[in-house]
């Protein structure tokens, strides 16, 4: 079953956004989501993760402090809230699943699965 990411959009360099991910016909609430993106031209790259229970919580050093991932387990969906966007930001934005039921999350696109299209997020100057 693929997840769904949505939310992307155009938005001016400082702006926000947020990001949703859920996924209908399965269950999200025991596994670890990652966000992840891919820029053009550019590899797929890691960019936040919540552990399954919630308590943990893991970003890339180049959006620590301006991006947010929060879950709301009753609702099947994660968040990614994108504050003081950047140029580079720019890129299509993929949710995944862990691989592991209630363990631990990784940076490694290879540990998830459900891949969905993703949701273009445009910074402009």
């Known amino acids: 079953v693929q997840l769904q990411a949505c939310g992307g959009g155009l938005v001016q360099a400082g702006g926000s956004l947020r990001l949703s991910c859920s996924a209908s016909g399965r269950t999200l609430s025991n596994y670890g989501v990652g966000w992840f993106r891919q820029a053009p031209g550019k590899e797929r790259e890691f960019v936040a993760a919540?552990?399954?229970?919630?308590?943990?919580?893991y970003y890339v050093d180049a959006v620590k402090g301006r991006f947010t991932i929060s879950r709301d387990n009753a609702k099947n969906t994660v968040y990614l809230q994108m504050n003081s966007l950047k140029l580079e930001d720019t890129a299509v934005y993929y949710c995944a699943a862990h691989l592991t039921y209630r363990g631990l999350v990784t940076s490694n696109t290879r540990d998830y699965d459900g891949w969905g299209q993703g949701t273009l997020v445009t910074v402009s100057s």
């Open positions: 919540i552990k399954w229970s919630a308590d943990s919580t």
